[in-house]
Each structure stands twice: as C-alpha cells, then as structure tokens.
C-alpha cells in the first residue's frame, strides 16, 4: 500500500521553462510535507517543505502547493536551470505523537532539464 | 561543521558474511534512521532510533540489525548477508521538534 505516490517516473523540461513535479498521498494523518533533491551518488537533501495549514510555500524559485482536499501537492522550480536535474522525492509525516518522526517517501521522479 | 557521515561508501560481501555499515553524526539530534534505496522502491525505513538504547523497527527490517550505545553513532549489521539486501542505505538524522531529516552520502552494497 503505497501511501505516497509520484506518478511520474520523469520529466524533462528546457531551461528557463517551469518544471512541476506531482505527488499525490492517500493518508489524510499526513501533516507535514518534504521535498528532497537527489544528485547521483549523494545522499537527498532536503529542499522545502509545507504543513497540512498552508496552502502554499516559497523559497526562491522553489514553491510548493497543498490542495489538501485532493491530498495532491506539487513542486513548481521557476526557471529551471540545468543543475535542477536529479531525482526528487516527494516524503510525508503524520503528526499526533507516537511515530511522528517516521517519513513516508514517495518512488521519486527523475528531472532532466535541457540547457 | 562534519555533519552526518558514513562509512565504508562503497562494499563488497559474500553471502553469509556479517556487515556492519557506520554512520556517525556531530550535531547531536535526538532521532536517527537507516533507509535503503532500491529501483521502482524509492526509500524504505528499515531501522530507527529515538534517543541512545531506544530503538524500533521501519517497514522492511528483516535480516538487519541495530544498536545504539552514543547518540551519535547508529550503526547498521547485516547478520548473514543476503543478495536481496544489497542496495544504497542511507543513514539520517533528526533534532527533536524539527520535521527535516538529514542524511548522508550513503553506502553502496553489493552482496555477490
């Protein structure tokens, strides 16, 4: 049961263009919300995250977007530059105690922008 | 400012043989975890640490085993190696009130 799901296995944009990478979550205990950038052979870093009381968060060419009520959130990179190219996961945490702390990533999409 | 770091970055086993990935961390954050990254799985939690001597089980945490004696070390054991376990793992650590986890470089494993 996948409860974080990125569709996309890739996606490949210009450069200057908008990239926008989905992410979709079936377990409405999610809170709070993570986007980490992957290079080959590095481990992920985090990149911005939102919580369940926003609808939207930015942070540079960065903006991530929650529609709670669709349980869908996306990652627009405006413009996109050519070392934006990596995988990027998509992770999610429950709030309430107990296991809080544990992240549910999503399967990741792979971003290739062209120069 | 040396972060979370792990150790070996790349190893190669036998199966059958015992394992032991390290990953050490210098900002003293309360939570650690052990992750593996396989194709068509993204990330999955094997292992993951509270404090030092707290200690639970992730989502796939058959064949592996973890303790932690120091809050800043949590190392990873393969007891008897399997091919299924080799993967790039991830260690990760987490201050407490902080919903961001840090990781590593990672460790590529291959068990032959």
């Known amino acids: 049961d996948q409860q974080v799901k990125q569709n996309s296995p890739s996606l490949s944009v210009q450069e200057g263009r908008i990239s926008i990478l989905n992410c979709d979550y079936t377990n409405s205990m999610f809170d709070y919300f993570l986007w980490y950038k992957k290079y080959p052979a590095e481990g992920p870093t985090f990149l911005i995250s939102i919580s369940s009381i926003k609808d939207k968060n930015e942070d540079g060419r960065f903006t991530v977007f929650l529609n709670k009520s669709a349980k869908h959130l996306s990652l627009h990179i405006v413009p996109s530059q050519p070392g934006d190219s990596a995988v990027y996961f998509c992770?999610?945490?429950?709030?309430?105690?107990?296991?809080?702390?544990?992240?549910?990533f999503g399967k990741g999409t792979l971003l290739t922008v062209n120069p | 400012d040396a972060g979370i770091t792990q150790s070996p970055r790349y190893k190669i086993t036998e199966t059958g043989r015992q394992v032991t990935l390290m990953c050490h961390q210098t900002?003293?954050?309360?939570?650690m975890f052990w992750y593996r990254q396989d194709l068509g799985h993204g990330l999955r939690l094997i292992y993951y640490?509270?404090?030092?001597?707290?200690?639970d089980k992730g989502e796939v945490p058959d064949g592996y085993v973890v303790s932690r004696s120091k809050t800043e070390n949590f190392p990873l054991t393969l007891e008897s190696a399997t091919r299924s376990q080799t993967s790039v793992y991830f260690c990760?650590?987490?201050?407490?009130?902080?919903?961001?986890?840090?990781f590593g470089a990672g460790t590529r494993l291959s068990v032959l």
């Open positions: 990760a650590s987490m201050r407490q009130g902080v919903n961001i986890q840090y």
């Open positions: 640490s509270a404090a030092a001597d707290i200690t």
């Open positions: 900002w003293s954050h309360s939570y």
């Open positions: 992770a999610a945490f429950r709030g309430g105690g107990g296991s809080n702390y544990k992240l549910t």
